[in-house]
């Protein structure tokens, strides 16, 4: 599976970002995107990387950190093979580089998923 993150970029505080993920291809086992969990995770500098979201393969199970639920929102369009992340009300602390990732397994809130994306870096900054 090959991820392709974007949307990242320069946001003043308060402001409202939209992330997506891109996946094609297949697991090592044969999955396709819309058989899998997806997640959104982060790493801010110096700081380990961090769950931030995650949605199960047919969206019925979504889990967020506590540090961004009621101001992120993870979806997904199966069709598009797209996994997204409204991000509202951003504070300087949400600065980081923002990755997706697939887990062939269930849903789990942790960073023990199997395929990676490359990133895309959020600023929230004034």
């Known amino acids: 599976v090959q991820l392709q993150a974007s949307g990242g970029g320069l946001v003043q505080p308060g402001g409202s970002l939209r992330l997506s993920c891109a996946a094609s291809?297949?697991?090592?086992?044969?999955?396709?995107?819309?058989?899998?969990?997806m997640g959104w995770f982060r790493q801010a500098p110096g700081k380990e990387r961090e769950f931030v979201a995650g949605?199960?393969?047919?969206?019925?199970?979504?889990y967020y950190a506590d540090s961004v639920k009621d101001r992120f929102t993870i979806s997904r369009d199966n069709g598009k093979r797209t996994v997204y992340l409204q991000m509202n009300s951003l504070k300087s602390e949400d600065t980081a580089l923002y990755y997706c990732?697939?887990?062939?397994?269930?849903?789990?809130?942790?960073?023990?998923?199997?395929?990676w994306g490359q990133g895309t870096e959020v600023t929230v900054s004034s």
């Open positions: 949605i199960s393969w047919r969206g019925g199970e979504i």
């Open positions: 291809g297949r697991t090592a086992t044969g999955r396709t995107f819309n058989d899998c969990t």
């Open positions: 990732a697939v887990r062939e397994g269930a849903m789990v809130v942790s960073v023990q998923y199997d395929y």
